[in-house]
């Protein structure tokens, strides 16, 4: 079964309106959790490092007001992607390694529409 | 910061035929995984590698690190429509065990 999951796999929302993204740890704790978002036909971008109880470290070029990262237990991060545009259409995927099994697993990935 | 090319970029290989992706670094590799994605869902993890030569299988995937650490391939062998799919390989960064440098892609198509 997964190991990682995310909620929701698929969301829709209005131009302006916020969503939040979450990725959980099911089995394991994870201190540190990412976040990429993958464009169509193209490869994972790293969007950000999801750090438990403390800020997230941003890759450059990723608005940290445009998407905020949460990580308030060792199991669960959340994206929250603010004021959304249809630009931020994409493809939200995050992963957290497991590093007694030298593993990273990867969440399902969740699609956001913004209309 | 690390760059990762992967070749091909797509590759249509008959059902049963062999099959090689590369992936090259410009740096030294830390750790090198490789997964497996249908577009638009989660990645499938394949295989990790870290020492300089090791090689790893299973079922019919095998990865290999050159000794430099600086190249990877998987090889398919007697390929399946079941193995169709965008392969990824994934670097791992300096100092960060779980932060990935992901590769461009490479997309298999197996015919009948």
């Known amino acids: 079964g997964a190991v990682v999951s995310q909620h929701p796999s698929w969301v829709i929302c209005k131009s302006g309106t916020s969503v939040k993204i979450e990725c959980r740890s099911l089995?394991?704790?994870?201190?540190?959790m990412f976040w990429y978002r993958q464009f169509p036909k193209q490869s994972l971008m790293l969007m950000a490092t999801?750090?438990?109880?403390?800020?997230?470290?941003?890759e450059q070029g990723v608005e940290k007001d445009k998407f905020l990262i949460n990580h308030a237990s060792l199991t669960l991060s959340t994206l929250t992607v603010t004021s959304a545009h249809p630009e931020d259409s994409s493809f939200y995927i995050c992963?957290?390694?497991?590093?007694?099994?030298?593993?990273?697993?990867f969440g399902e990935g969740s699609w956001l529409t913004v209309v | 910061s690390q760059e990762l090319e992967q070749s091909p970029q797509s590759l249509i290989v008959q059902e049963g035929k062999n099959l090689t992706i590369n992936c090259t670094s410009s740096?030294?590799?830390?750790?090198l995984y490789w997964y497996k994605q249908k577009y638009g869902e989660g990645l499938i993890f394949l295989m990790m590698?870290?020492?300089?030569?090791e090689e790893k299988s299973h079922e019919k995937i095998t990865a290999k690190l050159d000794e430099k650490k600086q190249q990877s391939s998987l090889h398919i062998t007697a390929s399946q429509p079941s193995h169709a799919g965008i392969y990824l390989c994934?670097?791992?960064?300096?100092?960060?065990?779980?932060?990935?440098?992901f590769g461009t892609g490479t997309r298999l198509q197996v015919t009948l």
């Open positions: 994934g670097a791992v960064r300096t100092g960060t065990a779980s932060k990935l440098t």
């Open positions: 992963s957290a390694g497991r590093l007694s099994e030298n593993t990273i697993y």
């Open positions: 999801s750090n438990e109880g403390s800020k997230a470290t941003y």
């Open positions: 740096k030294t590799l830390y750790g």
């Open positions: 590698l870290q020492k300089g030569g």
């Open positions: 089995d394991f704790q994870a201190t540190t």
